[in-house]
């Protein structure tokens, strides 16, 4: 099979594993059949459910958890991939790893904060983790032209207590 999908990627501090669960929760309302790992994700699991931890000496993504709307979109995934189905939905992932060495960036840009004055105070300035994950959202398109994949994005980034603009 091909690869398909759209990746977005982002370097993530250690407040991932919270937001993941944040993230998941609002899946679940949104789809409220949905399936992670292809499997029915129920109440109890949900009410229980955390990041699974991820290897650091795995490949380049040691952990993954898979979203779909149910049995049928996971049938659709095993023959399209990642891919839209009639409906305009269709399967995504997260991908991630934790990294448990130091991360520099000598200069800051783009930055997008709740308020003017935090991407301002950042903007330009250099950046040092400890620790930190790297992650990558894979939809079945693009989120600059697909509204499926945007608001699986969206919802990712507001997870972390940001909106998405």
Do not use: C
């Not at 609002?26 to 955390?50: C, I, M």
């Not at 979109?73 to 130091?102: Q, T």
């Not at 620790?131 to 398109?141: C, D, I």
């Amino acid at each position: 099979m091909d690869i398909t999908g759209h990746s977005t990627d982002f370097v993530v501090d250690l407040s991932f594993p919270a937001a993941m669960q944040r993230f998941v929760r609002r899946r679940h309302q949104r789809v409220p059949g949905l399936f992670l790992y292809g499997e029915p994700l129920t109440a109890d699991a949900l009410a229980n459910w955390g990041l699974p931890e991820a290897d650091e000496e795995e490949d380049d993504y040691s952990g993954i958890v898979t979203f779909s709307a149910g049995q049928e979109m996971e049938d659709f995934w095993e023959e399209n991939g990642y891919a839209l189905d009639a409906s305009g939905e269709g399967p995504f992932s997260v991908f991630y790893r934790l990294h448990a060495k130091a991360l520099r960036a000598r200069t800051v840009a783009g930055v997008e904060s709740e308020s003017a004055e935090g991407a301002m105070a950042v903007e330009g300035t250099g950046l040092l983790l400890s620790e930190y994950f790297a992650v990558s959202v894979l939809t079945p398109e693009d989120p600059a032209s697909d509204p499926f994949s945007a608001g699986v994005l969206s919802d990712f980034v507001e997870a972390f207590g940001l909106s998405a603009r």
